[in-house]
Structures are given as C-alpha cells and as structure tokens.
C-alpha cells in the first residue's frame, strides 16, 4: 500500500482565497484524521470521521473550515476565505479502528 | 485539564549515547499511549505503542518506551543514538480517538 496520499504537498496562496486540501486514506481504514501543525500551538486534531461521518468536529478552529468524505478513499479539508494564520502544515492520517494512526506527508500551506 | 506534556523541548546527545525522552500525561483514565518521531519536511512515523499489558514497549529502530502508572509517564528510551535518530518526537495519548500531541522534543546527536 502506497500509505495516506495528501496532495497538493505544498500550496501558496492569497489571502481570501478558497484553499482545498486533499487526502486518501490507507485502503481499508475507517477512521480518518486532520490535523494542524504550528509552531506555537504544536499538533491539533481538527476533525475525524468514522466510515464517511464526521464524529467530532470540535477541534475545527471557525466557519471558515470545513471538511468532507464523499467516500472511504477521499477525503477533503476546505479553507473559504483563508487567512494569514491559517499558514501550517496540514496531516491526514487514518487508522483501522486500533487506534495506531498512519500519518501522510503533509501539506504545507502558505497564506499571503 | 487533560493534557500531555513533554518536559524537554530540546535534548543534545552524542553519537552513541543513551537517550531518554520524557512523556507525562494527565488523564483520570489510562488512555493508549503513542510514541511518534518526525523528521525535517516529513509526517510522523509511529515508533511503538502502549494499549495495555508488558509496561515495558519495545518499537523500530531499537527504541523502547516504559508505561510507569504511578507517575504517569511513558518515557522513550534507546541505549544508543545514532547520527540518524536526529529529529522531533511526539508523545502521544489517545481516549475515544480523541489523540492529543505533546509538544514535542527536538534531538540533535553530536558527532
């Protein structure tokens, strides 16, 4: 197995701007993560679902964000309008209900 | 406040050296416990876990991590670092998939 694909692995943009984020999970896991990386606040958990339903979206910072699973293999993390402070690096990770998640490489997101 | 705390932000050992990395966590319950390390530019690779059973966690690249219930602490461990083992680590705890990272400690190995 190729591991979790994230794509795109880099992105600038500007600010005001509609930034998608994408991820593909390990074939047959059913748990799916996103989370933030700073420096200043370090790792966050944004988002995860279980089988395509998002179970806990407490961590999703505002409005602005959201995330999607149209189906097991896809997943989406959308910033509308994105903002300067939303420059991180974003992990997708997924994990087959033991709990032992296998993170992708990141997308490093740059907002001008 | 439930939380996880990793005492060292950065640690500086030579080559060949041992290395201890400490995790504490404050949890009311015994939750999973993950040991992750990061390289410049990558995303995380688990080194080992602790569900239940052997406190004593043995993991790749010849690490190892202790579950000590009294002090809620599940501290890294290796008998000999190598050039190659110069990264961040993460410790990590896990209720309900509810997963909450230290904040990380950062090694440099000296020549």
């Known amino acids: 197995d190729a591991g979790v694909i994230q794509s795109p692995r880099h992105e600038v943009t500007e600010m005001g701007q509609e930034v998608t984020l994408r991820c593909k999970p390990i074939?047959?896991?059913?748990?799916l993560f996103w989370y933030r990386q700073t420096m200043m606040r370090g790792l966050e958990l944004l988002i995860y679902f279980n089988n395509n339903v998002p179970i806990d979206d407490s961590g999703m910072p505002e409005d602005r964000f959201s995330a999607k699973m149209p189906n097991a293999s896809f997943s989406t993390l959308k910033i509308q309008p994105s903002e300067p402070r939303d420059s991180a690096v974003y992990f997708c990770?997924?994990?087959?209900?033991?709990?032992?998640?296998?993170f992708g490489p990141g997308t490093r997101l740059t907002v001008l | 406040a439930q939380s996880v705390t990793q005492p060292d932000i950065h640690i500086t050992v030579s080559e060949g050296a041992s290395l201890e990395l400490r995790c504490n966590y404050s949890y009311g319950a015994t939750p999973y416990l993950f040991w992750y390390v990061q390289s410049p530019g990558q995303g995380l690779q688990l080194l080992l876990k602790y569900f239940s059973g052997d406190t004593l966690v043995q993991g790749i690249k010849g690490f190892e991590a202790e579950f000590k219930r009294s002090q809620s602490s599940f501290n890294l461990r290796k008998p000999s670092v190598h050039w190659s083992d110069a990264a961040e680590y993460f410790c990590a705890v896990d209720i309900n998939n509810d997963m909450r990272f230290g904040a990380g400690t950062r090694l440099t190995v000296k020549p």
């Open positions: 990770a997924s994990s087959f209900s033991d709990n032992e998640q296998f």
């Open positions: 074939s047959g896991h059913d748990y």
